[in-house]
């Protein structure tokens, strides 16, 4: 295979954090996203994660809003190991299929300042 995509995104959690209310939320996540993040202890810490993932898979798709793409169309999930996964659909996903992605590698992190997501896409 070979990388199509990388795409990376840091977050800064206290300006997020100022940020995060009901209304951008809806904008910004699926229903499994909000479940996942509003369980845990500190959820913008979640949040914000799951933003840089879908900042940094627009990075690695060379596309963004200007090109038709939606928050909502880059899902962040956590596959049955814990690990977290990118999702795709509408413009997201069809663009992906236009540059032939095959496969998709995400890793976040987050500290007590900052959220991180590096993606790399293959095909």
Known sequence: MRVIGVGIDIVDLDTFRARLDDGLIEELFMPEEVKYCSGRARPWESYAARFAAKEATFKALSA???HGLRWKHVEILKDESGAVTVRLTDKALQQAQ???VKEI???VSHTKLN???VVVMEG
């Open 64 to 66: 963004g809003l200007s």
């Open 98 to 100: 236009e540059k032939e």
């Open 105 to 107: 590698h995400l890793s």
């Open 115 to 117: 959220a991180i997501a």
